[in-house]
């Protein structure tokens, strides 16, 4: 009763109206919040009378959607849920389930490949690449990990020094080089004063950039000390 596990398909009878489907989650979910079940269903403009066989695949993934909020479990796992929605149903789900978390904390397992799109709602990220656990911390944490130095190439490689470059890309005299590490404030004074532009990596590019092969390598041999370490320079 503490778990619910979502997936697309939205595990109900195919050949029940949705509503009915929905009364048995109710019977079997002791904190099933019968007017959430409904606000999603509406937010997301799903027939609650139509047989859920008869759906489009977005509007099956709306249900699946329901019931994962409407359950209110301590554990609630959506894998891939938002598949077959389009944008406008996708974001408006993200709202959703933020809007709910607000009012009812409890632990939401979000697995997705649409990194940039749900990356507002995360508080923890683990980031898996074949089966190895690459790095489990805090989004902000992660979020200011990198940092992404544009300007003469040069200039670009003296103020990178001895970071991990994570990504590097040149155009003519001109390198954007991601790296692995943050920048003091006199270093990133410095670098600004030599003509570059620093800007952060998103969670998705870091994402990116460390489950490529070479890197992900790196990541999983390294300690948490050596990575604290390199984030220091």
Same mark, same amino acid.
């Given at each position: 009763m503490n778990v619910q596990l979502v997936r697309e398909a939205g595990d109900v009878w195919g050949d029940e109206r949705v509503s009915s489907s929905l009364s048995h989650y109710e019977l079997l979910r002791p904190a099933w919040d019968v007017d959430l079940a409904d606000h999603v269903l509406d937010a997301l403009e799903v027939d609650r009378r139509a047989?859920?066989?008869?759906l489009s695949r977005g509007k099956k993934s709306a249900v699946a959607a329901a019931v994962g909020l409407a359950s209110r479990? +301590?554990?609630? @796992?959506f894998d891939e849920v938002y598949l077959g929605m389009d944008a406008p149903s996708r974001y408006a789900f993200y709202d959703l389930l933020l809007a709910d978390y607000a009012e009812h904390p409890?632990? @939401?397992i979000l697995s997705s490949h649409l990194i940039e799109e749900v990356e507002r709602l995360f508080e923890h990220v683990v980031v898996l690449d074949r089966g190895r656990t690459l790095l489990s911390e805090p989004a902000e944490d992660l979020r200011g990990r990198g940092t992404r130095l544009t300007g003469p190439a040069d200039v670009?490689?003296?103020?990178?020094g001895a970071r991990r470059v994570l990504a590097e890309?040149?155009? $003519?005299?001109?390198?954007?080089?991601?790296?692995?590490g943050t920048f003091s404030v006199d270093e990133r004074s410095a670098a600004v004063g030599d003509g570059l532009e620093l800007t952060g990596v998103g969670i998705q590019d870091l994402f990116v950039h460390l489950t490529r092969p070479e890197q992900a390598a790196a990541v999983a041999a $390294?300690? +948490?000390a050596d990575a604290r370490q390199e984030e220091a320079r």
């Open positions: 047989k859920y066989d008869s479990a +301590p554990l609630t @796992i409890r632990t @939401i670009v490689a003296r103020h990178v890309q040149r155009l $003519g005299r001109t390198a954007q080089v991601a790296v692995l $390294g300690s +948490p």
